[in-house]
């Protein structure tokens, strides 16, 4: 079974400029993750999709940051403009639907490894 | 905001040894998992432990949780080379399982 992909791998560029990341998640997988790893710390949850709809993205800086998910398959994240501390790994998920009080797991993909100078 | 914090920052043994992290959390939670992170790879759950459960086992890992003091701890018997990683739990608080926080993390260093 194919994991979850993400592109590019490393991404290098200038502050104030833009980038954008791409997710295919699991096959079947109706719920989608992005989020943010600043190095030394654990990953924050940027936004969350189920099927094309946003369920959670209270922590998406949402004046520079945007996500979308148009036909429930693969995702989008873009930064606009970048600033320095935007610096991180960003790492997508993505689960099967599941009943209230039960749990599945979330797959990951190995990341995007951005760097803004 | 986070949830989970993991003690030690960073804990470094020989092969063969045992390796200890602990988690502790704020509020109650429904399930909290332990991941591990390889160097430059994406994270990979490793086991999920329910409130109602003190104790699991999965091979070589036995995770406790301990909810009147709000703790978990992550056992590790027979420590390997490949087993040198960044160790996460994550703990989720609402009733639907999906949103999860994650501490900081354990850099754990197992020496040949």
């Known amino acids: 079974e194919a994991g979850v992909a993400q592109s590019p791998r490393y991404k290098i560029i200038e502050k104030r400029q833009s980038v954008a990341f791409w997710c295919n998640p699991i096959?079947?997988?109706?719920?989608l993750y992005w989020y943010q790893q600043i190095l030394g710390q654990g990953p924050k949850l940027l936004i969350q999709?189920?099927?094309?709809?946003?369920?959670?993205d209270s922590q998406l800086p949402k004046d520079r940051f945007s996500a979308e998910r148009l036909k429930g398959v693969d995702s989008t994240l873009k930064i606009q403009p970048a600033k320095l501390e935007d610096s991180a790994v960003y790492l997508c998920?993505?689960?099967?639907?599941?009943?209230?009080?039960?749990?599945?797991?979330?797959?990951f993909g190995p990341g995007t490894r951005l760097t803004v100078l | 905001s986070q949830q989970g914090e993991e003690d030690p920052q960073a804990l470094s043994i020989q092969e063969g040894e045992n390796a200890t992290m602990n988690c502790s959390y704020k509020?109650?939670?429904?399930?909290l998992q332990w991941y591990r992170q390889n160097s430059g790879r994406g994270l990979v759950h490793l086991i999920l432990?329910?409130?109602?459960?003190r104790e699991k086992h999965s091979g070589r890992l036995r995770v406790t949780l301990d909810t009147s003091k709000k703790s978990s701890s992550l056992l590790i018997t027979a420590s390997r080379a490949a087993d040198t990683a960044s160790y996460f739990c994550?703990?989720?608080?609402?009733?639907?399982?999906?949103?999860?926080?994650f501490g900081p993390g354990t850099r754990l260093s197992v020496l040949p």
């Open positions: 998920a993505s689960s099967l639907i599941f009943p209230v009080g039960g749990y599945n797991e979330q797959f």
């Open positions: 096959s079947g997988h109706a719920t």
């Open positions: 999709f189920q099927n094309n709809g946003v369920v959670d």
């Open positions: 509020t109650s939670i429904n399930n």
């Open positions: 432990i329910r409130s109602n459960e």
């Open positions: 994550a703990t989720d608080t609402d009733n639907y399982g999906q949103n999860f926080v």
